[in-house]
């Protein structure tokens, strides 16, 4: 397949960037981000509703002036340049296609409003529509086109312009369940396709995952925060080492447990930690900088649990009362009240296999040292010493 012609040097540099719509009052939406995002990059903005994520994508297209800092991109800083000539590309969270006009017309028309030849713009429409696989649609309009194929027809009046950066502002949110994962498998392949740099926003941290070469999750800003880029890496080095607990309640599906308790025991690569419940449990981390007897929060992921006779279960054992089961066919998902968590937050297993319990048994499950990670009070994590995976059970 024939790639898209690129201008050379898409790489996005922001350095100190800050957003604040009322400068005569001190509350930023977004401080001091800094992030430097390489040519052909597939970046996913990530965070909850009101981190200012979408606020970012938007400083980067022009839609929204930056307040202080630097935006530059293609080495050129575009803090004062015009939206049309920063040779973005935008997919917004509607499809804003024009009823009027065949998928031909829609794609075609920016090219137009540029004064192009016509067997120009009929090439890169044509060429558009075979990477997106809308040729048999090219005639018809808006109505007559799904949800997907409109969003595709709004990705192709993107690529016929050819910018250096592709931006994405919730391009899914708008579709079904369904939709969504094939959507995500037709960007994924585009971006392979293209090799663009892409910036692409989204709640879902299950498309972060697996879209994205590197995440950069966004949190709510907080009143003294010196940033509010929680943390940005590849999607396994979120997964595996979270910066802190923010993190590693946001990324992962289900979300990690969280355990209270306090420092018992510092070893050279290993702690224990002694639960509210007296339980102890031993974590493969670097808890050198913390003390005995610190509150902490121990965190294991619900799909890195074992049963409680299996010899990976070297970090202890933790019982609880089932509150609800839950059996997908793949999965099964087991809620247990263990007594450490937070008032009102159940703790959660995740198997490949259904297990004979129901509501009120008592259960016991085993907890891999390595699985374990290590919050301390302001929710910053401690070093872990091993990393545990499921091929491991």
Avoid: W
């Amino acid at each position: 397949m024939r790639q898209i012609q690129r201008h050379k040097m898409a790489d996005v540099l922001l350095s100190k960037v800050r957003k604040n719509y009322n400068p005569s009052v001190l509350k930023d939406t977004l401080r001091n981000i800094n992030l430097d995002i390489k040519d052909g990059d597939f970046i996913v903005f990530v965070g909850p509703s009101g981190c200012g994520k979408s606020t970012l994508l938007r400083m980067i297209a022009g839609l929204e002036d930056i307040t202080s800092g630097d935006l530059v991109i293609g080495g050129k800083r575009m803090n004062d340049v015009p939206p049309s000539q920063r040779n973005i590309g935008m997919v917004f969270q509607s499809y804003a296609l024009y009823p009027h006009m065949t998928v031909f017309e829609n794609m075609a028309f920016g090219l137009k409003l540029k004064h192009m030849d016509k067997e120009t713009i009929r090439q890169r429409v044509v060429h558009a529509a075979d990477i997106l696989g809308l040729e048999p649609f090219l005639d018809r309009k808006p109505k007559a086109l799904s949800g997907g194929q409109r969003q595709r027809v709004a990705i192709g009046r993107c690529i016929v312009q050819q910018p250096s950066v592709f931006l994405f502002d919730e391009p899914l949110s708008n579709l079904d369940a369904a939709l969504r994962v094939r959507m995500r498998l037709e960007i994924s392949k585009l971006h392979r396709d293209i090799n663009a740099t892409i910036i692409y926003v989204t709640h879902d941290q299950v498309e972060a995952m697996t879209l994205a070469d590197k995440i950069c999750v966004l949190s709510p800003l907080q009143a003294n925060a010196e940033s509010n880029l929680e943390q940005f890496g590849t999607p396994l080095e979120l997964y595996n080492h979270p910066v802190n607990q923010f993190v590693a309640g946001f990324i992962g599906s289900p979300k990690m447990n969280f355990i209270n308790g306090t420092i018992a025991e510092i070893g050279d690569k290993t702690c224990k930690v002694k639960l509210a419940t007296g339980e102890v449990l031993t974590a493969c981390v670097d808890a050198s900088r913390g003390e005995v007897g610190q509150k902490v929060q121990l965190g294991v992921r619900p799909e890195h649990l074992v049963a409680a006779s299996s010899s990976k279960a070297d970090g202890g054992t933790l019982s609880g009362k089932v509150i609800v089961t839950e059996n997908l066919g793949a999965e099964f998902f087991m809620y247990l009240d263990v007594g450490a968590c937070d008032e009102g937050v159940d703790f959660t297993i995740r198997h490949d296999f259904a297990v004979d319990v129901k509501s009120g048994d008592n259960f016991t499950i085993g907890i891999p040292a390595a699985a374990c990670h290590l919050f301390d009070a302001d929710g910053i994590a401690f070093p872990r010493t091993a990393v545990y995976t499921r091929a491991e059970r």
